[in-house]
């Protein structure tokens, strides 16, 4: 045993050496006089080599690769004219191209210049912005403190000093002069336009009238002019938004200019402003307005109209428009205002060749409770898409006309779709004792799934 | 031999320096991209009233999904949490998936919920859906409870869509915390549709670690104590504000967290639905959602919102970090393999250019590379005399580079949203990024090398995520 590990110790230290020395060049044993001739071939072969491949590099101007090949052949023939003369070369050539001030003063990196200066550079560069980045993140802290409480002092100071001026009987030139001090610069005076802003939401009549004198008193409509005015877009919008708030109509080209404006907020606050100041054609853009009128637009116009009350546009014309969504916007606006006035023309577009306005069109008619309709649904159900045969049988659900029993039970029976199966249960659930007697009896039937449909129909906490 | 080698080692040095350079480059100009996106992002939410989306009779609808796996510590207070969310035209679906725990039990008993005779089809296929279960108390109305047979979170994601009834699905981990208006910030850019069809939303994730948390909900931000999740709190900075944001702003974002992401529920069902065959599904579903929708010729958009949204714990212990950014190293090479067509393909225009090759290149590649030229310096270190100046050099820039970025990382978050109220956070935090690069950053390539290794093992699992849970360390975690 102890021999065999001795043995295999032998074995193991042979390709051990061997290896090392394959690695490192070196010979394993001491060479005899042919091998050292040899050796001497060998190495005169490798310095010629090295030449060869120092000299197409050189050539090449790979300066870093042929001064490696000449710094070799120097290593195999140190008293070697021509490497030496070479290494020279490639390195003045190397200097040449590099900074000298890091070069000369710093290392001695044999890369070229320009790489060495762009690294140096963008580690300057990186350690600068550094502690630029720092130091702004820490400063920050304290400005956006120091602001935030200042702003929190002025709008104390100005409610006061707003409510007391509303409630005030007569004008008191002191109180003007004091808040004329107060407002003297220009985020003074953006905070207390803010704040008048904030306020006329709450106030009508007299008392709204009396902020907006007080407002061209303190000529604020001149900042909120020179806002609208801007070319920065956001200024531009804050703008829009205060002469619109306070009614002051300065602005009106720039603001209907705006109206088709690319960007998607300056667009909406020209919209809003117009319907606020301009309350003849408030919604003349609307015809006009070629791009897709957003959800969101949409929502915003909804939230404008019902908070401040305004008269309703024309939803019967807006729903021939040639943009779609603006007939989606006006869909959307008859059903919430219940304008059971337009049917005519809703009926109209359930030929509509957008099949998302056909969708939204039965949805309204239903939503409306629009009995006349129901012949026109019954007859387009077979040639609809998926998603209008699913909101025919939803708006069939809220109508709850008791002569389509037959209708459902038929989309019932024929429909392999679950969802569809769904609905027309649901629908025939809302017909009274009549539906609910339907459902009773198929609740019994073994015939498709009849029985698992109605169950989750008539499973209250489900729907 | 000799000149072969010098020619070698000389491609390579080069190639390295240059990768290192075309990375480096392209930090820099996502950074300025995020920079200017942010800003408008910024100012144009200065003019956004999220009230009246609560207020609007015309929002769409949302069907908010979260697969539960032995979650009984948390649950009832995440799903408190989920039901307070800030909408009015929402229903939450929570998907036990086979927990071995007492979740199920926790659920049904907390929220007085019984089997109901639920009809649906599986449009997605999915693992058996064993029962679903409302609550009789009308107060959790909105909430559908669907107990199934194990599959995974992709399979429970499928099966909560098979169940949605509504247009949009708001897929979330149900462990992670919702910010209250999460909701209306992720469903706002559905509503502002122009030309371009929303496919999907996506938020940033914050981390929860050390803070103080309330019924399912954060109370008190802190930044973590320990060392591993505050450099990830840098990690995650860097990516979401410096990274997605311009890829966002690009059209060309691969990535929507699976976290938190909002998409249309009805190009989710044409593409199938999440893929029960990879560890990454977040990214492969979206991915295979823009696929779709190039290969339909339909104009779309997956947008990107700045806005911190989901509050989520992450590893805080070597062991369950390696194993969760192996599985992330597999996900992404599932996904880029599966979907190789992509590759530099103009047909899928800057999302299969530049989105695609970006990832392939620098998310999967860069480690990897990283690590051969590490190998490749120690070579020269032993066997060549290596050029120790140019060498030191080259780690000076390399350092100073990564420390600057996460330092902007800091200024970006400071300038936005500055969650962390403390000076002392900021300059922890900087402290955290001088160590990071020399300490975190060789252990994030060793986990990928290991992520690359076990994937051409063919190891497919997800790996056990250990978390310390809201619940054990008393209001902080």
Redesign the interface.
């Known amino acids: 045993m102890n021999k065999r590990f001795i043995q295999l110790r032998f074995i193991l230290n042979i390709v051990l050496i061997t290896f090392i020395s394959l690695i490192a060049n070196l010979p394993v044993y001491p060479a005899s006089e042919k091998e050292s001739a040899e050796l001497v071939l060998q190495r005169e072969r490798d310095y010629e080599k090295r030449i060869i491949w120092g000299e197409r590099f050189f050539s090449l101007h790979l300066d870093a690769l042929a001064l490696k090949q000449f710094e070799r052949a120097n290593k195999i023939k140190p008293g070697a004219y021509f490497p030496q003369y070479r290494i020279k070369q490639v390195t003045l050539r190397l200097n040449q191209s590099q900074n000298r001030f890091v070069s000369e003063f710093i290392f001695d990196f044999n890369k070229p210049g320009f790489l060495i200066t762009a690294l140096i550079l963008v580690i300057v560069f990186s350690i600068t912005s550094m502690v630029i980045a720092l130091a702004t993140a820490l400063i920050n802290r304290n400005n956006m403190m120091r602001a935030e409480k200042r702003k929190q002092y002025l709008l104390e100071e100005y409610q006061t000093m707003l409510v007391n001026y509303l409630f005030a009987t007569e004008i008191n030139q002191e109180f003007i002069s004091k808040i004329k001090k107060i407002s003297n610069n220009k985020f003074n005076r953006r905070i207390l336009i803010d704040q008048m802003i904030d306020l006329s939401i709450t106030l009508t009549g007299e008392e709204k009238e009396k902020l907006k004198n007080l407002y061209l008193l303190l000529g604020l409509d001149k900042d909120s002019y020179k806002r609208a005015m801007s070319r920065k877009w956001h200024i531009k919008a804050k703008g829009f938004r205060e002469l619109a708030f306070m009614n002051i109509p300065s602005a009106n080209k720039e603001i209907r200019r705006c109206l088709t404006s690319r960007n998607d907020i300056l667009r909406m606050e020209a919209q809003f402003a117009t319907i606020r100041l301009y309350p003849d054609n408030s919604f003349e853009f609307l015809e006009q307005l070629k791009k897709r009128y957003t959800l969101w637009e949409q929502l915003n116009v909804y939230e404008t109209i019902t908070f401040h009350q305004l008269n309703l546009p024309d939803f019967d014309h807006l729903l021939k428009s040639t943009n779609d969504s603006i007939v989606m916007f006006s869909l959307r606006m008859i059903r919430i205002f219940q304008l059971r006035n337009t049917f005519n023309t809703m009926l109209e577009l359930l030929s509509h060749k957008s099949a998302e306005i056909r969708n939204q069109a039965i949805h309204v008619m239903g939503a409306l409770k629009i009995n006349d309709c129901l012949p026109q649904l019954k007859r387009i159900y077979k040639t609809e898409t998926y998603e209008n045969c699913l909101e025919i049988i939803k708006a069939i659900a809220s109508i709850n006309d008791e002569s389509m029993l037959g209708f459902l039970k038929l989309v019932l029976d024929k429909e392999d779709d679950v969802q569809l199966q769904i609905e027309a249960a649901m629908a025939i659930n809302k017909l009274g004792i009549k539906g609910s007697d339907t459902l009773n009896k198929l609740l019994t039937s073994d015939y498709k799934n009849y029985q698992i449909i109605v169950k989750h129909v008539l499973d209250k906490r489900i729907n | 031999m000799?000149?072969f080698f010098?020619?070698l080692s000389?491609i390579v040095n080069n190639f390295i320096?240059g990768l290192t350079i075309v990375i480096?480059s392209s930090y820099l100009i996502l950074a300025l991209i995020s920079a200017i996106a942010l800003r408008n992002y910024l100012?144009?939410n200065?003019?956004v009233d999220y009230n009246?989306?609560i207020?609007?009779?015309?929002?769409?609808s949302i069907s908010v999904i979260a697969p539960a796996y032995n979650e009984e510590k948390s649950i009832v207070d995440n799903i408190r949490a989920l039901l307070a969310l800030y909408y009015n035209n929402f229903e939450v679906t929570v998907v036990n998936d086979g927990s071995t725990d007492n979740t199920f039990k926790t659920v049904i008993e907390a929220f007085d919920m019984?089997r109901?005779?639920?009809?649906?089809?599986y449009r997605i296929p999915c693992e058996r859906i064993r029962g679903v279960y409302?609550?009789?108390n009308r107060s959790f109305k909105k909430l559908t409870f669907i107990d199934k047979v194990n599959g995974g979170k992709a399979d429970a994601l499928n099966a909560g869509i098979n169940i949605s009834k509504n247009q949009l699905i708001c897929s979330i981990d149900v462990d992670s915390i919702m910010e209250p208006d999460a909701l209306l910030k992720l469903v706002?850019p559905?509503?502002?549709?122009?030309?371009k069809k929303v496919i999907g939303t996506g938020g940033v994730i914050r981390i929860a670690n050390s803070c103080q948390i309330e019924n399912g909900q954060i109370k008190r931000i802190h930044l973590p104590e320990k060392f591993l999740p505050r450099v990830q709190v840098l990690e995650y900075t860097r990516a979401f504000l410096m990274a997605r944001m311009a890829w966002g702003k690009l059209n060309g974002l691969l990535l929507i967290s699976g976290a938190l992401g909002m998409f249309d529920k009805e190009t989710v069902v044409k593409c199938g639905g999440y893929s029960t065959s990879t560890v990454g599904e977040d990214m492969e579903l979206v991915v295979r959602m823009r696929r779709y929708m190039a290969e339909q010729k339909q104009k779309y958009e997956v947008i990107y919102i700045p806005d911190p949204l989901v509050w989520t714990e992450v590893p805080s212990t070597l062991k369950v970090l390696g194993r969760q950014r192996n599985r992330w190293t597999r996900g992404t090479m599932e996904t880029l393999f599966k979907h190789k067509v992509l590759f530099m393909n103009p047909k899928y225009g800057i999302f299969g250019m530049l989105g695609y090759t970006y990832w392939l290149l620098f998310e999967w590649l860069a480690p990897v590379i990283e690590f051969l030229g590490l190998i490749y310096f120690t070579l020269l270190v032993i066997?060549d005399e290596p050029?120790w100046?140019?060498f030191l050099?080259?780690f000076?820039?390399v350092y100073?580079?990564a420390?600057?970025l996460s330092?902007?990382a800091?200024?970006f978050e400071?300038?936005t949203y500055?969650k962390y109220e403390k000076?002392r956070d900021?300059?922890k935090l900087?402290i955290t990024a001088l160590i990071e690069p020399i300490f975190y950053h060789p252990l994030t390539v060793y986990w990928a090398v290991r992520g690359n290794i076990d994937y051409m093992r063919g190891v497919r699992s997800w790996g056990k995520m250990d978390r310390v849970g809201f619940q054990r360390s008393k209001g902080k975690i």
């Open positions: 000799d000149i010098d020619i000389y320096l480096f100012r144009k200065s003019f009246n989306i207020l609007a009779p015309v929002t769409p019984e109901v005779n639920y009809f649906f089809d409302k609550s009789r706002k559905f509503m502002e549709e122009g030309d066997f050029n100046y140019f050099l080259l000076v820039f100073t580079f420390v600057s330092t902007w800091l200024l400071e300038l500055h000076r900021v300059l900087f």
